[in-house]
């Protein structure tokens, strides 16, 4: 995932995300069945591999007040009606990550129309915490394949852990030009023990 926030309380940064779909903490059901039902119903669980950024505030605030697993590198987001490009900078400068994509077509939304989130689980010194991100959906689109999609996987923590998940395909590619943000803060989902 690559992410532009063109305005945001702490400036504009750009981000990009490698995740793990999974159950949602303390639910017993399979998780083929949750996954199903998240991307139906717009609310996935996840845990996050690697988080680069390209601003050190971006780092500490999602490193020490969130526990996602950020760093700076170069990292440059494009996303206009007709392309979508990335590219993440590997630690010796090379590409650690690029995407280049035909930006699928565009469907407006009223604002509070759309509305998805996002669970993530982190640690914070030791305890389990999760995270809720929703979106406002105001324009955005999808496409079933990956024609028109180019991954370049390189050397670097993003395509290493691209790599360790050894993804079969692509099911679908998700484009928004446009959108609203809202992170709210952890919630631990477990605490440490008094023997600890």
């Given amino acids: 995932m690559f992410f532009r926030y063109d305005v945001c309380d702490i400036d504009f940064y750009t981000e990009a995300a490698v995740g793990i779909a999974v159950k949602p903490a303390r639910h017993g059901k399979l998780g083929f069945f949750d996954l199903v039902s998240g991307l139906k119903n717009e609310h996935l669980h996840s845990y996050v591999l690697s988080l680069p950024v390209n601003s ?5 605030r999602g490193h020490d ?13 494009s996303i206009d009606h007709h392309r979508t490009t990335a590219r993440v900078a590997g630690d010796s ?5 690029a995407l280049l994509a035909d930006t699928p077509a565009q ?9 998805g989130s996002l669970t993530s689980y982190t640690t914070i010194n030791g305890a389990w915490h999760s995270t809720l991100n929703q979106t406002n959906v105001l324009n955005a689109g999808t496409t079933r394949g990956t ?6 996987l390189g050397q670097g923590r993003m395509s290493d852990d691209l790599r360790s998940l050894r993804p079969k395909r692509a099911i679908r590619f998700d484009v928004m030009t446009e959108g609203q943000a ?10 440490h023990s008094r023997g600890e």
């Fill in 56 to 60: 050190e505030i971006a780092q500490v």
């Fill in 147 to 152: 024609k028109g999609v180019t991954l370049q």
């Fill in 107 to 115: 469907k407006a939304h009223p604002s509070g129309e759309r509305v």
């Fill in 93 to 97: 400068g090379g590409v650690d990550l």
């Fill in 182 to 191: 809202a992170l709210h803060m952890p919630v631990p989902t477990s605490v």
């Fill in 65 to 77: 007040g969130y526990g996602f697993p950020k760093w700076v590198t170069g990292l440059d987001v």
